[in-house]
């Protein structure tokens, strides 16, 4: 379980094919601190950690990537280079600083737009319409691992959604949100209040 707060931004330095696809991550945690076995998102990815090393502040840690998931997520995520948002799992007692997240990818969504406003970013993002009725204004969403407030949502002819997001200069510098681009594809996670709101209604309905 997580709340959608990054807490350092990660970078692949290797990807390997072991049956499924290994990635080794660096990052500025203390390996001492990472347990093999350990939950961590990847830009909203919950990954298990197999190896761990480095020193505190230059640590790695290697998880395996099943092609299930690849096949469901971001594909650009997992290639040598990337940067990931990272999330360990929530201790009890830990603060729910964002929402309840499951690292589950519901979807991949693309951004529409990006546009400066007031020093703040405004992004638009497309969703699929497998999820479009679990989004609404003023509901919590993950994307890419950070728990966000949509701002506005717009239902479309095609039965996808156009859902719109403030991004304050804080976020955009701590996660990989500020270098997002149009076009660019983003793991979307519904919020897990609205998944259980919409199948009671779907069963009252019968």
Same mark, same amino acid.
């Given at each position: 379980?997580?709340?959608?707060?990054?807490?350092?931004?990660?970078?692949?330095?290797?990807?390997?094919?072991?049956?499924?696809?290994?990635? @080794?991550?660096?990052?500025?945690?203390?390996?001492?601190?990472?347990?093999?076995?350990?939950?961590? %998102?990847?830009?909203?990815?919950?990954?298990?950690? @197999?190896?761990?090393?480095?020193?505190?502040?230059?640590?790695?840690?290697?998880?395996?990537?099943?092609?299930?998931?690849?096949?469901?997520? =971001? $594909?650009?995520?997992?290639?040598?280079? %990337?940067?990931?948002?990272?999330?360990?799992?929530?201790?009890?007692?830990?603060?729910?600083?964002?929402?309840?997240?499951?690292?589950?990818?519901?979807?991949?969504?693309?951004?529409? +737009?990006?546009?400066?406003?007031?020093?703040?970013?405004?992004?638009?993002?497309?969703?699929?319409? =497998?999820?479009? $009725?679990?989004?609404?204004?003023?509901?919590?969403?993950?994307?890419?691992? @950070?728990?966000?407030?949509?701002?506005?949502?717009?239902?479309? $002819?095609?039965?996808?959604?156009?859902?719109?997001?403030?991004?304050? $200069?804080?976020?955009?510098? @701590?996660?990989?949100?500020?270098?997002?681009?149009?076009?660019?594809?983003?793991?979307?996670?519904?919020?897990?209040? %609205?998944?259980?709101?919409?199948? +009671?209604?779907?069963?009252?309905?019968?």
């Amino acid at each position: 379980m997580f709340t959608g707060i990054v807490t350092a931004i990660g970078t692949v330095t290797s990807v390997s094919r072991t049956g499924d696809t290994r990635l @080794v991550i660096a990052c500025p945690f203390d390996p001492a601190r990472i347990a093999i076995g350990a939950s961590i %998102a990847c830009s909203g990815v919950c990954l298990t950690v @197999v190896e761990r090393g480095g020193s505190a502040g230059d640590a790695w840690f290697a998880v395996d990537v099943s092609d299930e998931t690849i096949s469901k997520t =971001a $594909p650009l995520q997992w290639q040598d280079g %990337a940067r990931l948002n990272l999330e360990p799992a929530l201790k009890l007692g830990d603060e729910l600083g964002g929402h309840i997240v499951t690292g589950h990818v519901d979807a991949v969504g693309r951004v529409a +737009m990006r546009e400066e406003r007031g020093g703040s970013m405004h992004l638009e993002i497309d969703a699929p319409n =497998a999820i479009a $009725p679990y989004i609404a204004g003023k509901g919590s969403i993950t994307v890419e691992g @950070v728990s966000l407030t949509v701002n506005a949502v717009e239902d479309l $002819p095609d039965g996808s959604a156009r859902f719109s997001l403030n991004i304050i $200069p804080h976020t955009a510098e @701590v996660t990989t949100l500020g270098a997002l681009k149009e076009g660019d594809g983003v793991n979307l996670e519904i919020d897990v209040l %609205a998944r259980y709101l919409k199948r +009671m209604q779907d069963v009252r309905a019968f």
